[in-house]
């Protein structure tokens, strides 16, 4: 048979869980801090996209997904934000584990597996060998003084790493 369908996490419902995470004991912590959101809408965006759809089910192998699979090769960020991740990761664990009525024993392993994970993460964004190919043409278009935000000159280094003109 055919796995099930993933359901469809709207911008406004990815925005309603991070004002929900900002508005808990969990989130209020992080409720001005915006590195501490992005990296909430990031864990939303990877459960919604990438695993089944279901932002608040966090396990120990999805944490694992997340720090050693998906954030070092997809996310274009200084270390700085990286470094955020055992910090903030437990909070929103702790957040949706307690919105899904998980048992307490159950989010505390989960939440373990941030501080298993941060070292090996922390080391993965070190090498761009590992950075995905979107990774690697953002890093050389920031590097080169390209931002994703004005398309003419975006456009132009598109044209000039398609011609091998560009440096990576």
């Given at each position: 048979?055919?796995?099930?369908?993933?359901?469809?996490?709207?911008?406004?419902?990815?925005?309603?869980?991070?004002?929900?995470?900002?508005?808990?004991?969990?989130?209020?912590?992080?409720?001005?801090?915006?590195?501490?959101?992005?990296?909430?809408?990031?864990?939303?965006?990877?459960?919604?996209?990438?695993?089944?759809?279901?932002?608040?089910?966090?396990?120990?192998v999805v944490v694992e997904l997340f720090m050693a699979g998906w954030l070092p090769p997809k996310v274009?960020?200084?270390?700085?934000?990286?470094?955020?991740?055992?910090?903030?990761?437990?909070?929103?664990?702790?957040?949706?584990?307690?919105?899904?009525?998980?048992?307490?024993?159950?989010?505390?392993?989960?939440?373990?597996?941030?501080?298993?994970?941060?070292?090996?993460?922390?080391?993965?964004?070190?090498?761009?060998?590992?950075?995905?190919?979107?990774?690697?043409?953002?890093?050389?278009?920031?590097?080169?003084?390209?931002?994703?935000?004005?398309?003419?000159?975006?456009?132009?280094?598109?044209?000039?790493?398609?011609?091998?003109?560009?440096?990576?």
């Open positions: 048979g055919e796995p099930p369908a993933r359901p469809e996490l709207s911008t406004e419902d990815r925005d309603a869980l991070v004002q929900a995470f900002r508005a808990s004991d969990d989130g209020k912590p992080f409720a001005t801090d915006q590195d501490a959101l992005d990296l909430v809408s990031l864990a939303i965006d990877f459960c919604a996209d990438y695993v089944d759809g279901r932002p608040l089910r966090w396990s120990p274009l960020a200084d270390r700085s934000l990286f470094e955020r991740v055992p910090d903030v990761l437990p909070a929103w664990i702790r957040h949706a584990g307690r919105v899904r009525g998980i048992p307490a024993d159950a989010i505390e392993a989960t939440v373990a597996a941030v501080g298993d994970l941060t070292e090996s993460m922390l080391a993965a964004i070190e090498g761009e060998e590992s950075f995905s190919p979107a990774k690697q043409f953002m890093a050389a278009a920031t590097e080169a003084g390209v931002g994703p935000s004005d398309p003419g000159e975006l456009e132009r280094f598109v044209s000039d790493w398609n011609a091998g003109r560009a440096s990576a």
